[in-house]
């Protein structure tokens, strides 16, 4: 095989790697139309939060023993005969009682493992019917080993105890949206200010509305979890702000590229950060989702995890295809911005006419001193703007093949 074979292959090999999708990824490149694409995106997230509200509205949610009140009965799940499973103490407190419990849950592994079991209020007789029978039935052991109807326990739970974590969560929710206001119309603008808390509250509904139709149980942990995702949710947000803010700093006077393109070039130079950070903050919320389920039984480090998993899902997902979005149309609404995008379209179209012009005469490759000197006054104009270091006139210089020196200024050389 020849050198010139050799390096066509090693070329085509560079362009199909440059083509990946992981390539294009990485480098950050601008080659997702993010922002070009964002009615599509509009459409994802309003049927979505259409179908939240729904089942919101009309299934509701399951709210656990914290918030309705009720009784809470607990038992070792070994007895004298053996492991007691959560079958046969259902079908025990149906036979005493003559009717179902709310639930019944293994909680814990091991010698740990219990029998938690949740149903409305009961009364004193109802609850010594229901320790007999469950001792009788199953004979389960205490600490020393030995059958011992003391080890099932019982607990009167208010409801009013959920009704005081859930104002107290709704007040939490209202001075962080007051703060967080505060800060990105300080830091940013009230533009961005208002994407954001939009990608906020399409994050709250949502993840509200995936336990409403799942039918996941709400409980005061479920409400801590759902604060706790709210700061998780604006953290990419954010970032991508602070790029587009970089990058769109004195844009008004340029004709490069339109405040849609910048805001897009931002979202692709943050989106293996923003993957990257998401993937990572998840990796503890499935450790805490594993031990809550696999070693500890469902509980409330269960509860815990799966709203941080789904709000966090859900959170990566909006400030990236949403809340960019949303700015650059609140942005392209000021007439400065139309018209600056007016003139980059008009600045490209006269551009290409120039190009065509040359190509019929055969020039398409001869570009004038005066028009590399605008080029470069343009690049470093450009450059003192987003605080990117600007191309080498020189490099500019060397397109010009060999043969065609390029028209002379008029300026004498020193």
Same mark, same amino acid.
């Given at each position: ?53 729904? #089942? ?35 079908? %025990? ?8 419990? =709310? ?10 493992? #219990? ?5 409305? %209020? ?10 007999? /029978? ?16 003391? /080890? ?64 996941? +149980? ?14 998780? =949710?604006?953290?990419? /947000? ?19 590229? %339109? ?81 600056? *995008? ?28 005066? +028009? ?11 450059? *003192?703007? #987003? ?28």
């Amino acid at each position: 095989m020849s050198p010139s074979d050799q390096q066509s292959d090693t070329a085509k090999a560079e362009a199909r790697r440059r083509q990946s999708i992981f390539y294009r990824l990485y480098t950050g490149t601008g080659a997702f139309d993010i922002v070009g694409k964002r009615k599509r995106f509009y459409v994802l997230f309003g049927v979505l939060v259409a179908i939240c509200l729904v #089942s919101i509205i009309v299934r509701g949610f399951s709210f656990s023993i914290e918030f309705q009140g009720g009784t809470q009965i607990q038992m070792p799940a070994h007895g004298a005969h053996g492991v007691i499973t959560q079958q046969e103490v259902q079908q %025990t407190y149906a036979t005493a009682l003559g009717k179902q419990p =709310s639930s019944v849950q293994s909680v814990g592994t091991g010698n740990s493992a #219990s029998i938690q079991i949740r149903s409305e %209020t009961l009364n004193n007789d109802q609850v010594s019917k229901l320790e007999t /029978a469950l001792f009788n039935q199953w004979q389960p052991l205490d600490s020393t080993g030995k059958p011992n109807q003391s /080890a099932i326990s019982d607990s009167a739970v208010s409801g009013s105890w959920g009704a005081q974590i859930s104002q107290q969560a709704l007040i939490g929710l209202i001075v962080f949206l007051v703060l967080v206001t505060v800060f990105l119309s300080i830091y940013f603008e009230r533009w961005m200010a208002l994407a954001a808390l939009i990608a906020l509250g399409n994050d709250l509904i949502v993840t509200a509305g995936v336990y409403s139709i799942v039918g996941f +149980e709400v409980s005061p942990a479920t409400v801590i979890g759902l604060l706790t995702i709210l700061g998780f =949710s604006l953290y990419d /947000a954010v970032v991508v702000f602070d790029k587009v803010k970089e990058n769109t700093r004195g844009i008004l006077g340029l004709t490069r590229r %339109t405040f849609g393109e910048e805001a897009n070039l931002a979202l692709n130079q943050t989106l293996m950060r923003s993957i990257n950070t998401s993937l990572i903050a998840l990796l503890p919320v499935l450790g805490l989702l594993v031990v809550g389920v696999g070693i500890l039984g469902v509980g409330t480090l269960t509860d815990l995890a799966l709203v941080q998993m789904v709000g966090m899902l859900v959170g990566a997902a909006s400030s990236l295809l949403l809340a960019t979005p949303l700015l650059v149309d609140f942005k392209m609404r000021q007439q400065p911005y139309r018209q600056q *995008a007016r003139r980059v379209l008009s600045r490209r179209k006269t551009l290409a006419e120039r190009a065509a012009a040359r190509e019929a005469e055969g020039l398409a490759e001869a570009a004038s001193d005066e +028009e590399i000197d605008e080029e470069v006054r343009r690049e470093k104009a450009y450059a *003192a703007a #987003s605080s990117v270091p600007a191309r080498n006139p020189k490099s500019i210089q060397n397109r010009r093949p060999a043969g065609k020196p390029g028209r002379p200024s008029g300026k004498r050389k020193r």
